[in-house]
């Protein structure tokens, strides 16, 4: 499993499972099971799908209105945890952690027009943008890219963002709307989705709808990696603030991360919950984890080991629902942690090793 082996756990040596807010996490599992199935993933991803669907139909049967105790009843009885164990190499001893992070849903100002105070344009997707399944290829192109350009001939690679930056989509550049700068957009296409409170009033939200394929690289660290920050405290405020005040470097360091984010926008129906991941699911804070979606399916629940952002739980339980390309390895996850500033701090606050224990529907599952 991504280089990893899944360790059978007894529930019961796992200090706090599931947690005492279990019906949170329950909630979250059931709506997943009642989403339309989002983004396609690889039938070889670990979850028999018919076995995640027993389990959501037995989660059906909890009530609305669960106590805390039913819905871990609900966990135990439906479940089998199994904990994600990297194996040792080159001496070094198996790997019982992995790493989390946190994201957030950014809440930013724009405008229909541009003007002045508002000149970084958030594009829509081009149509001759071709997204690619993983594992799919197409002919003469780099399989490390995850997308395309529709040409008369076939396809070639998509523009990476200088090249869009300097004007390559031409006509099918086609602006949703104005955010205040290329930072704010950066932070948008970093984040994937975001809100926007427009000038006459209104919100909306802004939601990924496809990226040009080619491969991201974390400005944070290239901003540490430069000596321009440490890394100790480099939270959003705090890198976005120093591009704002060194823009020679900024767009230097901005061009260098080839990806580029495309959207769509779309009417806020909740605002409790957060935008779509790409299991389709409205994202629900704390509850929701980004994983490595060529190796997990949507749908799993996930107890995480440790105290998580200075929590006194001992663990916390959350469902896979998202993905992100950042996010590789069978133990590296993104916890979505609202919407707004404060969830960005936070957000930025979050790089804990914590241990992954993945929960397998019993019914017809085992382990990989």
Excluded at 22 to 42: E, I, Y
Excluded at 276 to 291: D, I, K, M, Q, T
């Amino acid at each position: 499993m991504g280089g990893a082996v899944l360790e059978p756990v007894d529930p019961a040596s796992l200090p706090g499972f599931p947690g005492p807010d279990a019906g949170a996490a329950l909630a979250a599992f059931r709506r997943t099971c009642r989403t339309p199935p989002g983004t396609p993933q690889p039938a070889t991803v670990a979850g028999a799908p018919e076995a995640l669907r027993t389990a959501c139909a037995r989660a059906e049967t909890v009530s609305e209105t669960v106590a805390d105790a039913a819905a871990a009843r609900f966990f135990a009885e439906a479940f089998t945890p199994y904990r994600i164990v990297r194996p040792s190499a080159g001496g070094k001893p198996e790997q019982r952690t992995g790493f989390l992070t946190g994201y957030f849903e950014p809440e930013l100002v724009g405008a229909v027009t541009p003007s002045p105070d508002f000149t970084a344009a958030v594009l829509a997707r081009p149509d001759d943008l071709v997204s690619l399944e993983p594992g799919e290829t197409r002919p003469g192109l780099d399989p490390s890219l995850r997308a395309a350009r529709r040409t008369g001939d076939g396809f070639e690679a998509y523009p990476d963002r200088a090249a869009i930056e300097d004007g390559a989509l031409g006509a099918r550049a086609r602006p949703l709307l104005y955010l205040r700068d290329a930072v704010d957009l950066f932070v948008l296409q970093v984040q994937g989705s975001g809100r926007v409170r427009l000038t006459d009033g209104r919100s909306v939200r802004v939601l990924y709808d496809g990226r040009n394929g080619r491969p991201y690289t974390s400005i944070g660290k290239l901003i540490v990696t430069e000596g321009h920050l440490p890394l100790d405290g480099l939270t959003l405020a705090r890198w976005t603030g120093w591009l704002r005040a060194n823009p020679r470097h900024a767009a230097r360091l901005m061009r260098a991360n080839a990806s580029y984010i495309f959207f769509r926008l779309a009417e806020i129906d909740d605002p409790t919950l957060g935008p779509p991941g790409g299991a389709g699911v409205p994202l629900s804070p704390g509850r929701n984890l980004a994983v490595d979606a060529t190796l997990w399916r949507y749908g799993l629940p996930f107890w995480l080991e440790g105290r998580i952002a200075g929590s006194a739980e001992p663990g916390r339980l959350v469902v896979a629902a998202d993905t992100g390309s950042a996010i590789v390895g069978p133990a590296r996850g993104d916890l979505y942690l609202g919407t707004g500033a404060e969830a960005g701090i936070a957000a930025g606050n979050l790089r804990d090793a914590v241990g992954f224990v993945v929960l397998l529907p019993k019914s017809g599952t085992s382990a990989p």
